[in-house]
């Protein structure tokens, strides 16, 4: 039998390290540094920049309308519960309680020395000109003067609630300098 040449390093090497893991000689991928959510050139910076004032402002707008429209989300609400009784109650009453429903509005969104003393047709006038319409002076409207004080035989009830609720939603304010 032919006996094997052995290195005398190569024993000297196995007997002095022990089994090398592989893996232990990888070394990691270096990774590029995060990237930056911020806008990297100026004029994106500007862009964001507006973009979040006019979000604030539009924010602040909304809110500003929604609580200056209070008055009209609780008329509204007064129309509800009025027309619901409208069945029931007498047509002097309902135009009763619709004209009172009315003058309470205007006096909500409009300066009292500007309301408060507005009888007849000048009422009716104003409450057309903050509509737009014609509803009031020409239209069934118009049993807003008569029908509380007198009978009228053929009162139109639902032209009546619609004018009203017509006026509550979309009257403009006038501006004031």
């Not at 005398?8 to 390290?17: I, K």
């Not at 964001?48 to 402002?57: H, K, P």
């Not at 929604?66 to 009453?93: D, Q, V």
């Amino acid at each position: 039998m032919v006996k094997a040449e052995t290195h005398p390093h190569r024993e000297a090497l196995l007997a002095d390290s022990p089994p090398t893991d592989p893996l232990a000689n990888l070394v990691d991928i270096p990774l590029s540094s995060p990237v930056s959510l911020w806008p990297q050139t100026w004029p994106s910076r500007v862009l964001l920049a507006v973009v979040v004032v006019s979000l604030v402002c539009g924010a602040l707008w909304t809110v500003h309308r929604w609580r200056a429209n209070r008055y009209r989300r609780e008329a509204l609400s007064e129309l509800k519960r009025i027309e619901a009784g409208a069945a029931t109650s007498a047509p002097a009453e309902l135009a009763a309680a619709l004209a009172s429903l009315v003058r309470r509005t205007a006096l909500a969104a409009f300066p009292r020395e500007q309301v408060a003393s507005l009888t007849g047709a000048a009422w009716l006038s104003f409450l057309d000109r903050t509509d737009a319409k014609r509803t009031f002076s020409e239209g069934p409207g118009r049993a807003l003067e008569t029908s509380a004080y007198r009978q009228v035989p053929a009162m139109d009830t639902g032209g009546l609630i619609s004018a009203v609720r017509s006026w509550i939603k979309a009257h403009r304010r006038e501006r004031t300098p």
